[in-house]
């Protein structure tokens, strides 16, 4: 069907959102709609203001908002695609997928290559649904899951990059720039199983009305999803006992049509191999292992293990991969089936592992931490296996009671397995079928059989177990109470059980297994389009934070965060090395050199980088070094100078150190000094005497002469200080100003002008003197400061130090 028109009213204001689901077995492209917010608020006034915006399908009638490559078709796929079940075609170049499952994005980790051809025919069906005028403004999404979470992390690269490349250049969607979370940003990502549990959860909240309500009355329902290698929990915990800083919860933000913001506090977890396959391949292990401690069988030929969990008489081959190779295990072991439920539920009790270490409580099994749940506030909504298993063969799809479940699975399994093949082919021919392999449309089974009898006997071969898997979660596992009504009901209607509940004023129903909703099929897809359409709703105040997905929310300071997010290295020397060993020549690649050249490239020029900036601040790390060597012994030396000076008096105890203070300042000065050498330095005071042109340092008169210097000995000594009426001057240069040092008879530093300064004071100029016998002069050296006396907290020039006129 061709996108609709412009003059289409159903078009009018329609916002469009695309996700691929790429799954372990395939992937699907659903479409979503919903009509602007603004518009739909200005539509439907305070009716609706309290609402989320309506997301429906992505077109105005039929399924085709929802496309997959359905099992059994014929698909191309890259020569390095390689499957039993492949037939090889005339071009030499394809293989053609004929009568298998199709195979997901996952198997493209070792071939990229292939990627835009998988997603071509998703794309083109995405294209001719949306107006080519509304393709800028529709987020894309490609999310994958399970399959390519057990790719390596080179192989996850390869194949996100490859499926960002082609996305950009085959549409005109909106996908996100690159970041640190991918080359498409969150537009093309891998979602971990919480990440899957907590869209989940929206999507049954929103499809059973949890949103909506006041905020003391609201009432969300948790969810629960099993599939073959794991199964899920998320749910709002009771408010009581809560702490807002509790990092085991996830924040969930949505945004009403009014603006409003509403947040949920969520718990989310996955546990990884105790979905349906993962936990019947562990069963079966420990089943085979103690039979083989009791010497109950041995290798082929023996006998047989009883297996309670598999219909009466049914026989099956099995083998244990779990156990040690070297033990009997490797050989395939007979099953037989006795049929009993209530046996089966005692015999994979021990799977849940309960007993595990416990290291946060409290915890429900295999030791991982759960929130306390409050089952008479907090209802269930299971998805998936807890559909199928009580739906498809018990007809018990809805609420959940414990007895007639029990009932109709011990029926069940207690069967003869040639009668239920009996039944399954009376069902076929009739359209009943019981089991996997129906097309329903708008709640009615329009096809069966499309899979074959081989997957539809699975089913019924594994129900009985599944079905005790169930139970076991639910009852034992997540805690759910069993309401056991001694009167029983025959019926085994779903419907009615609800009725019963509320007869015996038991309210809603704890648990209920649910495929869709009033025709929306439950799905995380849609949690995703549900969030992406409340971002679309402006908020009440500019300065509200944007909403993003529960994931992004968890702060980046969390030390044991609840979503460890995927994000697999984008910078790959090895598709580096791929797409420019095309453009070498052969003796450069890595077949001829036995090494990878582009890796050796790339570590020459990093250490070439390094040397380059360990070169330019070789002066920094000396200095550095110099200093941090010779700091001791200089505060050794300085010590020694203020004892010998007479800083200290003598017999006294020096609490503080000077010395050390006076180091710092020194240093600090130093720091400045350097940092404004560029600048110019301002123009110190002279006398209106010529400034004298010193040629030699001249020495002081010797100290140990008793008679102080008279100022005419001082002018014979030192004829470039003349006299003057002017107690100030300026310099004609700004070159720094010599200067003698030296110490006068109390022991405070003193400091003499050599350029022609004259007197201050009136009293007689006297040279310094110093009780050291040693002074220097330094008169032609660049001036330094020095540390402040202790007689006086001014740097000034002593008045007996210059001759007066």
């Keep these: 069907m061709p996108p609709p028109t412009s003059t289409d009213p159903w078009l009018t204001a329609r916002r469009f959102g695309i996700v691929i689901d790429a799954g372990s077995s395939g992937s699907r492209l659903q479409i979503y709609s919903w009509k602007d917010p603004s518009v739909a608020l200005a539509n439907g006034g305070d009716t609706v203001r309290h609402m989320l915006p309506r997301v429906e399908k992505g077109v105005k009638a ?3 908002w929802i496309t997959k490559v359905e099992p059994g078709s014929s698909e191309f796929f890259p020569t390095s695609f390689i499957h039993p079940c492949l037939s090889h075609n005339e071009k030499g170049t394809e293989y053609v997928l004929t009568n298998v499952p199709h195979p997901g994005l996952s198997t493209f980790g070792d071939s990229p290559e292939g990627v835009a051809g998988y997603l071509e025919p998703l794309i083109q069906h995405a294209r001719s649904r949306i107006p080519p005028s509304l ?73 059973m009305d949890g949103f909506t309500g006041r905020k003391s009355e ?68 420990e089943t085979i292992r103690l039979a083989e401690e009791a010497q109950a069988t041995d290798s082929m030929g023996g006998a047989a293990i009883p297996d309670p969990c598999l219909p009466k008489d049914l026989v099956l081959l099995e083998t244990s991969p779990r156990l040690d190779e070297s033990s009997h295990s490797s050989a395939p072991h007979k099953l037989v089936g006795t049929g009993s439920f209530t046996q089966c539920l005692q015999q994979m009790a021990p799977l849940l592992n309960k007993n595990a270490p416990c290291l946060a409580e409290p915890c429900l099994f295999n030791g991982v931490h759960v929130p306390p749940i409050n089952f008479a506030s907090s209802h269930f909504i299971g998805v998936s296996e807890y559909w199928y298993s009580s739906e498809h063969v018990f007809g018990l799809g809805g609420a959940y009671d414990f007895v007639q479940y029990e009932r109709a ?42 899979w074959g009898d081989r997957v539809e006997l699975s089913r019924l071969q594994m129900q009985c177990f599944k079905a005790a898997w169930v139970v076991n979660v639910l009852h034992e596992g997540i805690g759910i109470p069993r309401i056991v009504d001694p009167g029983g009901n025959s019926s085994t209607r779903g419907e009615q059980v609800a009725e019963q509940a509320e007869m015996k004023g038991l309210g809603r129903p704890m648990f209920q297994s649910l495929d869709s909703v009033e025709g929306t099929a439950i799905s995380w897809t849609l949690g995703k389009m549900v969030l992406e359409a409340s971002k679309g709703v402006k908020p009440l105040s500019s300065h509200t934070k944007p909403l993003v997905d529960p994931a992004q929310d968890i702060p980046a300071t969390s030390q044991n965060p609840p979503i460890k997010l995927i994000r697999p290295p984008f910078f790959d020397l090895d598709v580096i090395e791929e797409k420019l060993s095309q453009h070498l020549p052969p003796v450069l690649t890595r077949q001829s050199l036995g090494f990878s050249p582009i890796a050796f490239l790339f570590y020459v020029i990093v250490f070439f980088l390094l040397s380059c900036m360990i070169f330019r601040m070789r ?20 010590m020694t100078y203020s004892t010998e000076e007479g800083s200290q008096a003598p017999g006294t105890t020096r609490h503080s150190s000077p010395w050390a203070v006076d180091s710092l300042f020194r240093s600090l000065r130093r720091w400045i000094s350097s940092s404004m050498s560029s600048h110019p330095r301002l123009t110190p005071l002279i006398t209106t005497a010529p400034r004298p042109h010193l040629r030699h340092a001249h020495s002081l008169p010797s100290p140990s002469s008793p008679a102080r210097t008279t100022p005419t000995q001082y002018q014979n000594a030192y ?11 300026h310099s004609r240069s700004s070159s720094p100003t010599p200067m003698t040092l030296g110490f006068d008879d109390n022991g405070s530093t003193t400091s003499m002008l050599s350029n022609g300064i004259s007197s201050l004071s009136s009293g007689a100029p006297s040279v310094a003197r110093s009780r050291n016998s040693s002074q220097m002069n330094l008169a032609t050296l660049t001036p330094r400061p020095t540390p402040l006396s202790r007689a006086s907290s001014m740097s000034q020039i002593p008045p007996d130090t210059f001759g007066e006129e």
């Design 409 to 450: 699975a011990s029926k069940f399994c207690g069967r003869d397995w040639d009668g239920i093949v009996e039944q399954h082919e009376l069902s076929k021919q009739d359209g009943r079928l019981g089991g996997d392999g129906e097309v329903l449309q708008d709640g009615q089974v329009v096809k069966t059989g499309v």
């Design 62 to 64: 039929g399924e085709d």
């Design 619 to 638: 002066r920094s790390f000396c200095v550095t070094f110099r200093r941090i060597r010779r700091s001791p012994f200089k505060r050794d030396l300085e």
């Design 135 to 207: 393709e800028p403004e529709t987020p894309l999404f490609l999310l994958a899951t399970a399959g390519m979470r057990l790719l390596s992390p080179i192989q996850q690269a390869r194949v996100l990059s490859a499926a960002c490349q082609y996305l950009r250049s085959a549409s005109n969607f909106r996908i996100e720039e690159e970041s640190k979370d991918g080359p498409c940003g969150l537009s093309v990502q891998i979602i971990t199983g919480e990440e899957e549990g907590l869209f989940g959860w929206i999507a049954v909240n929103y499809l």
């Design 218 to 285: 609201k009432t969300t329902y948790g969810f629960l999803d099993m599939g073959g290698a794991s199964t899920q929990i998320a749910f709002e915990p009771a408010d009581s006992g809560l702490r807002d800083d509790d990092e085991t919860l996830v924040d969930v933000r949505l945004r009403l049509l009014g603006g409003e913001e509403v947040k949920h506090r969520v718990f989310v977890t996955t546990w990884l191999g105790y979905g349906t396959n993962q936990a019947r391949e562990r069963y079966v292990t």
């Design 719 to 729: 004829p470039a200080f003349g006299t003057s009426t002017s107690s100030q001057y």
